[in-house]
């Protein structure tokens, strides 16, 4: 079984999500796929909390536009018998939950600092909750899964570390029938053990969510999908001469994440690594191209 992990420009448009679908189509099941947030979603998220906690209310605007853009990818991609139940979720979230969480930013101005931090993190979770809506309604044989069930998280000094032995015991009951089919889950978000609120792995998380299932449920690869052809020299939008590496080996790969390769988040190389599950870097926008594995040797 493979984890294949696509991030927000593969999950950005509709254009992007049909070679998503043709890409997990040609696998045979069951496979799972996490995935980021459309593209820019995340910043727009952000963004608007910072706007509401301005009391301006024209992150109410952004919002609108955010609702359009996920209901086209809907209209564009989703298989007609799932249409109208995956519109109506996205309505449901937004109008539900996503403003009533910033008009009460905007309208409470003694909020807590720590309440505050609450409600932008549950804020922000909502970008992979809505694209992975759109992409289990893309596949008939597809899977929801709910990664607020599942990932656990404890306070650190520095912020939140995962919670390996309680978000093992969780995976591996809730991936304990993997039939058949296409098992879409979230990457990023998370809860906090102790309180239960939303939590997240960090910006760039995604590829970490994808790590940790590969390597919690032993799977034969992880598969990153991203808008490059693979983990290159350097960042190919500041380094244009910069070139595709084949193959490299985890200790390579994490020298250079913790370097600033942006392509992978630093800490989804070790859950790997310790499994000796080989990493694939892949361009959905040029999936025939070989890409890059990351292996021991
Ligand atoms: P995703 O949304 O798919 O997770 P990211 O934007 O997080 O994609 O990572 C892919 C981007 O990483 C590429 O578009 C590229 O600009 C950047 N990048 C930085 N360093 C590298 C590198 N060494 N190899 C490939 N891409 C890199
Ligand atoms: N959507 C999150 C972010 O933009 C996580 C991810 O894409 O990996 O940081
Ligand atoms: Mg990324």
Same mark, same amino acid.
């Given at each position: 079984?493979?984890?294949?992990?696509?991030?927000?420009?593969?999950?950005?448009?509709?254009?992007?999500?049909?070679?998503?679908?043709?890409?997990?189509?040609?696998?045979?099941?069951?496979?799972?796929?996490?995935?980021?947030?459309?593209?820019?979603?995340?910043?727009?998220?952000?963004?608007?909390?910072?706007?509401?906690?301005?009391?301006?209310?024209?992150?109410?605007?952004?919002?609108?536009?955010?609702?359009?853009?996920?209901?086209?990818?809907?209209?564009?991609?989703?298989?007609?018998?799932?249409?109208?139940?995956?519109?109506?979720?996205?309505?449901?979230?937004?109008?539900?939950?996503?403003?009533?969480?910033?008009?009460?930013?905007?309208?409470?101005?003694?909020?807590?600092?720590?309440?505050?931090?609450?409600?932008?993190?549950?804020?922000?979770?909502?970008?992979?909750?809505?694209?992975?809506?759109?992409?289990?309604?893309?596949?008939?044989?597809?899977?929801?899964?709910?990664?607020?069930?599942?990932?656990?998280?404890?306070?650190?000094?520095?912020?939140?570390?995962?919670?390996?032995?309680?978000?093992?015991? @969780?995976?591996?009951?809730?991936? =304990?029938?993997?039939? *058949?089919?296409?098992?879409? &889950?979230? #990457? %990023?978000?998370?809860? /906090?053990?102790?309180?239960?609120?939303?939590?997240?792995?960090?910006?760039?998380?995604?590829?970490?969510?994808?790590?940790? @299932?590969?390597?919690?449920?032993? =799977?034969?690869?992880? *598969?990153?999908?991203?808008? &490059?052809? #693979? %983990?290159?020299?350097? /960042?190919?939008?500041?380094?244009?001469?910069?070139?595709?590496?084949?193959?490299?080996?985890?200790?390579?790969?994490?020298?250079?994440?913790?370097?600033?390769?942006?392509?992978?988040?630093?800490?989804?190389?070790?859950?790997?690594?310790?499994?000796?599950?080989?990493?694939?870097?892949?361009?959905?926008?040029?999936?025939?191209?070989?890409?890059?594995?990351?292996?021991?040797?």
């Amino acid at each position: 079984m493979k984890v294949m992990k696509f991030g927000g420009t593969s999950v950005g448009s509709v254009e992007s999500l049909l070679n998503l679908r043709d890409i997990v189509n040609a696998e045979s099941k069951p496979v799972i796929v996490v995935v980021s947030a459309m593209g820019g979603f995340t910043n727009q998220l952000l963004a608007m909390c910072e706007q509401a906690q301005q009391r301006d209310i024209s992150c109410l605007d952004t919002l609108e536009e955010a609702r359009k853009r996920h209901h086209d990818a809907v209209d564009g991609v989703v298989i007609p018998a799932m249409r109208d139940q995956v519109h109506a979720t996205i309505d449901r979230f937004i109008d539900e939950s996503l403003k009533p969480y910033y008009l009460a930013l905007a309208t409470n101005p003694h909020m807590p600092v720590d309440e505050i931090e609450r409600v932008c993190d549950a804020i922000v979770a909502h970008g992979e909750i809505l694209s992975s809506a759109i992409v289990t309604g893309m596949f008939e044989d597809g899977v929801p899964h709910l990664s607020l069930n599942f990932m656990r998280t404890t306070p650190d000094a520095g912020g939140r570390v995962l919670d390996w032995e309680e978000t093992e015991h @969780l995976v591996k009951a809730d991936f =304990a029938s993997l039939d *058949e089919g296409v098992h879409v &889950v979230q #990457g %990023f978000i998370s809860r /906090d053990k102790e309180s239960g609120a939303v939590t997240n792995l960090g910006r760039g998380g995604s590829d970490y969510t994808g790590a940790i @299932l590969a390597s919690l449920l032993d =799977a034969d690869s992880l *598969e990153i999908w991203t808008d &490059v052809d #693979g %983990f290159m020299t350097a /960042d190919p939008r500041t380094h244009p001469d910069a070139t595709v590496i084949p193959q490299m080996t985890y200790a390579q790969a994490q020298e250079m994440c913790d370097a600033g390769a942006k392509v992978i988040y630093p800490p989804t190389i070790a859950p790997v690594a310790m499994k000796h599950i080989p990493v694939w870097v892949k361009n959905t926008f040029n999936p025939s191209a070989p890409g890059t594995v990351i292996v021991d040797e």
